[in-house]
């Protein structure tokens, strides 16, 4: 198990840009792949990016292609979360989650992930 705090949520404007932080502990972050998933009242979660053990790998939903960007410092043990042109219905709780599952982007979604941060609020205003 990883222990995940996350950061950097909060208001902003619809076209504005936030990023979020993810801070890992532990020192078996990089046997994790990485990835964000968030939940929207009265919706199922949803993968909207993540992240492979070496950085090298990125999976973004439709949703959020082009706007978002996944990053990984292992230096510091942290993911991040660039998130630019916002849009009201990106509003969600985010979380940051390891998952230890090998295989294709196409079969990963959020059962897959083992260690979930306590997540952290995005709202955008129209």
């Known amino acids: 198990q990883v222990q995940l705090v996350e950061s950097g949520g909060g208001l902003v404007q619809a076209g504005g840009s936030l990023r979020l932080s993810c801070a890992a502990s532990g020192r078996t972050f990089s046997r994790y792949a990485m990835g964000w998933v968030r939940q929207a009242p009265g919706k199922e979660r949803e993968l909207v990016a993540a992240i492979s053990r070496s950085g090298s790998s990125t999976y973004y939903a439709d949703s959020v292609k082009g706007r978002f960007t996944i990053s990984r410092g292992s230096a510091k043990n942290t993911v991040y979360l660039q998130m630019n042109s916002l849009k009201p219905e990106d509003t969600a709780v985010y979380y940051c989650?390891?998952?230890?599952?090998?295989?294709?982007?196409?079969?990963?979604?959020?059962?897959?992930?083992?260690?979930w941060g306590q997540g952290t609020q995005v709202t955008v205003s129209s």
């Open positions: 989650a390891a998952s230890s599952a090998t295989g294709s982007w196409d079969d990963l979604g959020p059962a897959d992930f083992g260690s």
